[in-house]
């Protein structure tokens, strides 16, 4: 069978650095959204070639350092069912290394495509099981919507679905270390951190002006110090009308939220040329089970 899927992104609304856990990973605490911006996968099974990756961006390693190789193998490895070739082709439309959870997304799609594919019909939390043995935002993207998620990212609750707002995603051209990003706050003393119970309660009250006000990353301070550019692009965003503005995940990507899409639009026509990748997109509900779109024609 052959089938295609949607991948979202997501974008943090909030992100905490709570403390270390006896493992030595960072425990979290992050309001996560998805948005409307994709990548789309197209997966067919029974080809009888082993694992076959294919991808539009000549960067992304096509191999088992995908996370989509990690994903089909941790499904096959979990259901127990005879791997009997998977071909995969990623037509990748979310920028690549920018807190967007764009690798973890196409994995998660994978995850909940060949449960679909193979019948296996695992439960979203076994779902999730089976995403964090390939990384710890692929159990959120498993599920998406709003979420509050905490220990690396895997304890997820629901949250209030965010109101339908623009978002305008802004990613500068220079890469962040996602480990340097957390060394530097071991380092330091955190001083300022978002209040999640008040974005909790903006979300609840569908209130767009709250969740503007709540928006606030620990790391954004790490990263916009080497990098004036992120206080540069959030400064544009605000100044074209946008309610609020943060950097997402590890960064470099910083969004902003507008509540009226023409000034989201205004803003779009005068960053995209300034900036590596900018993008308009909209708040995404949670994975539904009829998302996929099947088909038996063999992919070309
Ligand atoms: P996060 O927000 O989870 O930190 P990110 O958006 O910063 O993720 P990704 O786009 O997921 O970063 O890419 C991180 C690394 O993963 C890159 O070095 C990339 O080569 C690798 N990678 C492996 N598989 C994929 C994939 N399917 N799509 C994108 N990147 C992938």
Redesign the pocket.
Known sequence: MRISIAAH??INLTLDVVGKLPNGYHELCMVMQSVSLH?MLSLETGTDAGIV?R?N?K???CDE??????AIRAFYEASGIPESGVSVA?E?R??????????????AAVIRALDFVHNTRFSEAELQKIGLTV???VPFCISGGTMLARGVGEVLSPLSPMPDCTILLVKPGFP?S?PYVFAALDRMEITHRPDTAAMAAALSEGSLSGIAGALYNVMEGVTAAEHPEIGEIKRQLLEYGALGAVM????P?VFGIFADKSAAHAAYTALLPRYQSVHLCRPSPANGTGDFLTSTAALR
Do not use: F, Q, R, W
Request: aromatic letters at 2%; glycine letters at 14%.
């Open positions: 992104a997501k990548d990756l991808c961006v960067e992304i390693p350092h995908n996370l989509v190789y990690k990623i990748k979310i920028p690549v290394m920018a807190g967007l959870a764009g690798g973890s997304t196409d994995a990384g710890a935002d962040v996602t997402s995940g590890s960064g990507t």
